[in-house]
């Protein structure tokens, strides 16, 4: 890294080159902005394997208050009814400022947007770009639009490992590249990282994405949310490639159905089938699977052939592993893809660390609750970065700080992934919960690669193991009834720390007490 790169002081430092990061370093030009990626923009961030669109109340037949009454009933009571009202009627908007900076959205041959239907969605609000290679079309013109921003800097092949904090204040980053660590100065620090993926055998994430910013956040001190809602999606296509690749609830929205092996629509029974909330079909596929089953997406009669043209990303990578999708049944299976929780915000995107803010899947907003609606993702990235951006543009420069490199070692999940796709799957239990906890405090005490991944893991089963309920995409089988009050969970480093020393404590004097 360049010496004129760490003499920047004050300036916004953004860490993460997905569709949040980038957005908010567009919204806040022309102020100079230090955008850090690990890899190559475009490289290895989720946004670019998103499939299904983003949501929008952009038909005649809809508006926002429907979309919200979507969302609403999608996250089980735990939304914050006031940001999604916010986000949602601010959408449509947001895709028009995407559009004006070079998405080419799928269009009618009249030339209005073309809207699809996917699940739990009462109307068409789905905006696509090359049929299923939405994420791909906006991180491309955003990517452009970022590398012709003189006010942007990109600086790639680097990865933030740690938040240099005083007084509950950002002070700076300590980042690690190719040549050296090396220590930025700034009060002012955007975390766009993405989501938990990596932290799981069975994902459909970039194995990379392991939680690097919930750990920034949480050794930082910050107050984190609803952790323990993590979102699996249900139909991945199961094979041997990790990271899974996703079959689009788009599919199953122009009229694909799940079958088992003898091509009965288990699911028939649920409210809205296979169009049912994320949560509900993948813990029926799930259940289905342990009881013996196979499970396929059948989309023989619809799309039937016009599969490859409606879904040619799907259609290829179907194609790749010897499925002709028109013709042959697609084996899946539920899969890790989108963390509701994350870092507490507030509605600019304020962390509870003063100068730290959060934007896109590493931010807990309010909008998700318990389960996410499809594509609402992609809309809140887009939507909460003007708004982080505004708030980044008021504050203070902060005061200036120096401070000596640290060598910080890269976050290594891989021998945690048993342990966590176990423990904290599609369904739990407290047993499990209790003895991921017991596992997972050491490992976070540690300062080795294995540490913040720990941390995070250790969060996410605190947060279980608290929430005595099944909610949204949270079950446990020792808790399968939904509580009468909903609440949201705010938790911190130490007080999950704190939580798990007093759980080992217990069980020890329950060993000498046998």
Known sequence: MSADVRSFFGRPIIIGGGIAGLMTALHLAPEPVLLLSRTRL???????????????????????????ADTLAAGDGLCDAEIVSRVLHAAPNAIETLANLGARFDRTPEGALLLGLEAAHGRRRIVHAGGDGSGQEVMRALVAAVRNAPSIVVVEGVEARGLAVEDNTVRGV????????????????VLATGGIGGLFHDTTNPLGNCGQGLALAARAGAVLADLEFVQFHPTALDGSDRPMPLISEAVRGEGATIVDETGRRFLEDLHDAELAPRDVVARAIWTHLVDGHHVFLDGRQKPGLTFARQ???????????????????????????????????????????????????????????????????????????RWVAESVAGSP???RTRSTAREIPAPDPLPLRPLLSRSLGVKRDGESLREAVSALLPLAKRHDAMSDPAAVGLMIAIAALLRQESRGAHYRTDFPDRAIVARRSRLTLDEALATAGELACSSTLEEVGQ
Request: net charge negative; proline share 5%; aromatic share 4%.
């Open 42 to 68: 475009g490289s290895e961030a989720s946004s670019v394997w998103a499939q299904g669109g983003l949501a929008a109340s952009l038909g005649v037949d809809d508006d926002p208050v429907l979309h919200l």
């Open 174 to 189: 300590w980042a690690s590249c190719s040549m050296s660590p090396v220590f930025l100065g700034t009060g002012r620090v």
């Open 311 to 385: 879904f040619p990303t799907i259609a290829a990578t179907c194609r790749a592993a010897g499925i002709d999708p028109a013709h042959d049944l697609i084996p899946i299976r539920p899969a890790q893809h989108y963390h509701m929780g994350g870092v507490a915000v507030d509605q600019e995107g304020r962390s509870s660390v003063a100068g730290l803010w959060a934007c896109g899947e590493v931010a807990s907003t309010g909008l998700h609750g318990a389960n996410r609606l499809a594509s609402n993702s992609l809309t809140e990235a887009i939507v909460c970065a």
């Open 397 to 399: 420069l902060g005061d």
